[in-house]
């Protein structure tokens, strides 16, 4: 069985388990034969798991929960403000969409900011991604119907019309922010 790296991220900063960290546990239980923990760190209040799992089980995350890391995309090569301001870029020339860009860009901010609901431009894109993870972007597409992706589809539509505005000034923020030391950094 081909197995997919993905990693997970879970905020946790109350006294009980959020709703993302008891998802990721109920979720590892529910596939603990075919999925394989790698790694687990815990900041306290944030939770990041590297895990081996069959792409049905990948299929199920929530695009929030997922997050970029050299682990799951050794491509950031260490340099995960390099991959954000070429995400960043890719969102201004309409090359990927607002909502996608959103996702991608909000799955690296842990490793581009030290608190990403602290940070004006990533916030941005942290709640946009937390608002439309219910709606398939990416690789999920490809596991939903086409009547269901046709009514997700205007949803979307709706939604990148009303952020289109401040997920490009964020993004433009991004790549003014980093260009200059990804340009230092490789």
């Known amino acids: 069985m081909d197995l997919i790296r993905i990693t997970l991220f879970a905020d946790d900063p109350g006294n009980h388990p959020s709703a993302d960290y008891a998802w990721v546990g109920s979720w590892l239980k ?9 790694d687990y760190s815990t900041g306290g209040w944030e939770h990041l798991w590297d895990v081996e ?13 997922l997050c970029a890391s050299e682990w799951s995309n050794p491509e950031l090569g260490g340099s995960p403000q390099k991959f954000a301001v070429d ?10 969409g607002i909502v996608e860009g959103s996702v991608r860009l909000s799955q690296l901010a ?6 990403w609901v602290d940070d004006p431009d990533f916030v ?8 439309t993870d219910h ?34 000034r964020a993004c433009r923020n991004i790549v003014e922010r980093f260009s200059d030391q990804t340009t230092r950094s490789g």
């Open 30 to 38: 529910r596939w603990k034969d075919q999925v394989r923990v790698v």
């Open 53 to 65: 799992a069959p792409a049905e089980a990948v299929a199920e995350v929530p695009e929030h929960i």
């Open 87 to 96: 995400v960043a870029k890719k969102v201004l020339s309409g090359e990927v």
């Open 110 to 115: 842990h490793a581009v900011v030290p608190r």
């Open 124 to 131: 941005v894109f942290g709640v946009l991604s937390s608002e």
């Open 135 to 168: 709606l398939p972007t990416g690789s999920v597409r490809q596991y939903w119907s086409a009547r269901a992706l046709a009514e997700a589809d205007v949803q979307l539509a709706r939604i990148e019309s009303n952020t289109k505005e401040d997920v490009e």
